[in-house]
């Protein structure tokens, strides 16, 4: 594969034109030849390689600068030799930012986040299933779309699907595809599933853990073969596609409960990677706070906003249950109806309020509920350990009924334990 042929690794189409309406005019996720076939004193045709507008915003201007070169009249001063070297420095930059493109999304500091993103990079290299666990609005599509991205796979489709927005009996056709007839408004000559269409490439199952029994019993069969069955149909057929899933529920606790399958657990859990919630990494939030109010201020058509230090320190206090997401629709909606050039505190009071209302924290195990009741003003750190202590105390002996059980799994002596029932009245009846 030439230099010209591999900046953007993904399925291409033949196209003739000239200058940028080659470019408005390709189909997403194709990559075209641009130039002409025959072409007088210089016997070579022009095959370009690039990544579209929908695709990475960021490469517009390199797409220029490349468009520029090839439109140079081909009787004009420039020989071939020059109008080559330039295109071979122009697709070099944009080689380079392609590798950055894959995890340049992802906005932290700290160094939890840090040990996470390191993970992903090295995990995105192979083929194992991957499987991330995080609350909403962690941003694990984020992480699914860098891991395709940067993964050998990077040519072939992305798909994404969300299996908690559609119903039991659509969900299952959309993924696996039906046969003509197989139900009534079936499509006349059937239809690719979703693993048909990622054929090389990635799909990310969003919200595995809604899956219904049906459905994960095919998963399962995808996941051990490589194989599926259209809706209707009696053919195997063999897909190669890599499985991202991504759920924010305890799927030990659903094992336990009969709720979902044991052996597609182990299947999926190939690789785990938890995306730590907002609240463990407030560090990040200045970074990713300036970084949402930039693009929504783009978006908005508004001049550079920005937070002022009081604003910030609000900000980090806060225990986003909701996470990124949450951020960002509070953000926009602020910048929607104001004009200053600084968000302050006053901005934000209404907000951080219904933020601070209640917070309902889940720790890594995943089967640990914390509460801490907020009402306007935080609790003393103080008062947040003890009602922390008390509630870890009391769930770890409703499981473990001995005393030595508990102190083993905390760390701590037995007189500990003891002594900790006897101060928060635990066991008293």
């Known amino acids: 594969m030439g230099f010209l042929e591999r900046v953007i690794q993904i399925d291409f189409v033949d196209r003739l034109g000239l200058g940028m309406e080659i470019f408005e005019g390709c189909e997403k996720n194709s990559v075209d030849k641009i130039g002409m076939e025959v072409i007088p004193d210089q016997g070579m045709f022009i095959k370009f390689r690039c990544v579209f507008i929908d695709q990475v915003q960021r490469l517009i201007k390199d797409l220029e600068e490349v468009k520029g070169v090839l439109s140079v009249n081909l009787r004009d001063q420039m020989p071939y030799e020059e109008r080559e070297h330039k295109l071979k420095e122009i697709i070099s930059k944009i080689d380079c930012k392609k590798q950055l493109l894959a995890f340049e999304e992802i906005i932290y500091q700290s160094v939890k986040m840090r040990r996470v993103v390191e993970t992903a990079k090295m995990v995105a290299k192979g083929t194992s299933t991957v499987l991330l666990r995080g609350e909403s609005g962690t941003g694990k599509e984020l992480f699914a779309r860098a891991i395709h991205m940067e993964s050998l796979r990077a040519q072939a489709p992305f798909i994404p699907i969300n299996c908690a927005a559609l119903p039991d009996s659509l969900l299952e056709s959309e ?140 900000l980090m206090s806060q225990p986003w249950p909701g996470n990124v997401r949450q951020l960002e629709n509070i953000l926009e909606c602020i910048i929607n109806v104001q004009d200053s050039a600084e968000l302050k505190p006053q901005h934000f009071h209404e907000w951080t309020e219904l933020v601070s209302t209640h917070y309902t924290g889940e720790c890594e195990a995943g089967n640990l509920q914390i509460q801490i009741p907020v009402d306007k003003e935080w609790p003393t750190l103080k008062k947040i350990v003890s009602d922390v202590e008390r509630q870890v105390l009391t769930q770890v002996l409703a499981t473990h009924s001995s005393s030595r059980k508990a102190g083993r799994i905390l760390g701590v002596s037995n007189t500990t334990i003891l002594n900790k029932m006897k101060s928060y009245g635990i066991g008293n009846d």
């Open 175 to 314: 993924l696996f595809g039906y046969e003509e007839g197989s139900f009534t408004g079936a499509a006349k000559g059937g239809k690719k599933g979703l693993f048909e269409q990622a054929e090389q490439g990635t799909i990310f199952l969003d919200e595995i853990g809604e899956i219904p029994t049906q459905v994960q019993i095919r998963l399962l069969r995808v996941l051990q073969e490589g194989m599926i069955r259209r809706v209707g149909g009696v053919k195997e057929l063999s897909v190669d596609v890599r499985i991202v899933a991504a759920t924010h529920r305890n799927l030990e606790e659903m094992i336990q409960k009969g709720e979902f399958r044991e052996d597609l657990y182990y299947r999926l859990n190939v690789i785990p990677l938890r995306i730590p919630p907002l609240r463990e990494r407030s560090e990040d939030i200045p970074l990713i706070a300036q970084h949402l109010i930039r693009k929504i201020s783009e978006k908005l058509g508004k001049s550079e906003i920005h937070l002022t230090k009081e604003s910030i320190d609000l």
